[in-house]
């Protein structure tokens, strides 16, 4: 079974803050993703990665950076977090099959204050 | 681009009562369609999927889902509600050309009444 494993279930940081959330997968796969999911707003794409050292913005990328330097690795970068980044974010994986299923982490709840 | 309506965002059934949760999608061919459950507190994890052949698809957990092209819908269904079942349901779907990233629906909550 694909593991995809964020490190951290919650997190607590003040406004200002540089925030890392890490995510890393155990199944080879070269497409990783990151979400953030919002009551009533679903999940939205903050951004991806075909392969390492690749990135593509999502479709709320503002306010993140994101950086992939190993296969299984894939780390969101909150820059100066703000109260609005509060909010549940997911990591998941997938092989570059256009029809193959995403493998998602448990998630992290972040809350900034 | 893609987009996924989920059009009820709460479903409340009793337990053993059958469910069916709707999904449509605006899409010029044919996409791959997922559906996916979120329990509380974990990630998403995936029920079934469709990419062509047969239109009624198994999943698991007693899942399944019926493609209609005339109607656009991915309907997911089960004939006998579990307590278990309640959680979150996510439509997506993935356009069949281009960048595959999936668009996600906003998600239907299902309450099971015992």
């Known amino acids: 079974d694909v593991k995809v494993t964020q490190s951290s279930r919650y997190l607590v940081k003040r406004t200002g803050e540089k925030v890392f959330l890490e995510c890393v997968q155990d199944m080879d796969h070269e497409n990783m993703f990151w979400y953030r999911q919002d009551p009533g707003l679903g999940l939205r794409l903050i951004y991806f990665s075909y392969d390492v050292k690749m990135k593509e913005k999502g479709d709320i990328p503002e306010g993140y950076s994101v950086s992939r330097e190993k296969k299984e690795r894939f780390s969101l970068i909150l820059e100066s977090a703000s109260t609005n980044q509060t909010s549940m974010y997911l990591c998941?994986?997938?092989?570059?099959?256009?029809?193959?299923?995403?493998?998602f982490g448990n998630g992290t709840r972040l809350t900034v204050t | 681009a893609q987009s996924v309506t989920q059009p009820d965002i709460h479903i409340t059934v009793s337990e053993g009562a059958s469910l069916e949760l709707r999904c449509n999608y605006s899409?010029?061919?044919?996409?791959?369609l997922f559906w996916y459950v979120q329990s509380p507190g974990q990630g998403l994890q995936l029920l079934l999927k469709?990419?062509?052949?047969?239109?009624l698809v198994q999943g698991i957990k007693g899942f399944e889902a019926e493609f209609k092209r005339s109607q656009s819908s991915f309907n997911l269904r089960k004939p006998s509600v579990h307590w278990s079942d309640a959680a979150e349901y996510f439509c997506a779907v993935v356009a069949s050309g281009g960048s595959y990233i999936p668009t996600f629906g906003r998600g239907t909550s299902l309450i099971v009444h015992p």
């Open positions: 998941a994986s997938r092989s570059p099959v256009g029809n193959s299923p995403l493998h």
């Open positions: 899409y010029g061919a044919t996409p791959y």
């Open positions: 469709y990419f062509s052949g047969d239109t």
